[in-house]
């Protein structure tokens, strides 16, 4: 599978950025797993609860950003990442240890839509809006 580009993903806020960066560091390491196998496989489960805490801090600190800014988007925002959050939980609960390639196959799809997609668009109109309506950014 093809790896991200960090370079791609930047807002040109330094906190969410770096932020932004370890999502997708961990995402590029799980496309780069060896889905045939099974130790390699098992990782997955492991990553996959690391990758849930850093989304939702991540989340939470982004939010806390917006309020901050007074960014005029941050409700429908929230509501965003609130879907996301389900999405997330729901790919969870489930244990992927004995997952054949194309379930893997399909949770990389799925979490490349919660964290890749969600950063490409509504996370990049912040950047923008942060660009044109604050001075100074971190
Ligand atoms: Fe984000
Ligand atoms: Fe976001």
């Known amino acids: 599978m093809n790896l991200l580009s960090f370079v791609h993903y930047t807002l040109g806020i330094k906190e969410i950025d770096e932020q932004h960066w370890g999502l997708i560091e961990i995402m590029n390491n799980i496309k780069s797993l060896n889905y045939s196998n099974t130790t390699e496989v098992k990782k997955f489960n492991t990553v996959l609860v690391d990758l849930q805490a850093k989304i939702l801090h991540h989340f939470e600190y982004e939010e806390l950003c917006m ?19 389900s999405k997330l939980n729901m790919l969870s609960i489930k244990d992927y240890s004995n997952a054949g390639f194309l379930t893997n196959k399909y949770l990389v799809s799925e979490l490349q839509y919660i964290i890749v997609n969600h950063i490409d668009y509504s996370d990049m109109q912040y950047g923008d809006w942060v660009r044109k309506n604050k001075s100074i950014v971190q």
């Open 67 to 85: 309020e901050r800014d007074e960014y005029p988007y941050t409700i429908p925002h929230k509501r965003e990442h609130t879907i996301l959050t």
